[in-house]
């Protein structure tokens, strides 16, 4: 895999999808050969909250939700594979 792309709460808070988020890709980010990259929900760009991170957690946009940068950072990373974590909305 080149890089990995994953949609879901921000590992830096304290969900639950926030806390698989971080048990897995600190695990993804020790066997994806490219760049792990993380689309945050609830993360606003704090230095300090994503520090001794193996891995970049972009903030949620504007419109407040990670899926507001999903498609810079995808066209940024066309080689990626997403993967998205979430309850699904109905």
Not at 61 to 86: E, F, H, K, M, Q
Request: hydrophobic fraction near 40%.
């Amino acid at each position: 895999m080149e890089s990995l792309v994953w949609l879901s709460d921000s590992p830096t808070i304290a969900t639950g999808f926030g806390r698989v988020t971080r048990q897995v890709l600190d695990l993804l980010a020790k066997r994806v050969e490219g760049e792990t990259t993380c689309l945050g929900w609830g993360y606003r760009g704090t230095a300090e909250a994503a520090e001794g991170l193996a891995y970049t957690v972009i903030p949620q946009g504007d419109l407040g939700s990670g899926s507001d940068n999903l498609p810079r950072v995808l066209s940024s990373r066309p080689d990626a594979v997403l993967v998205t974590l979430g309850d699904p909305l109905y």
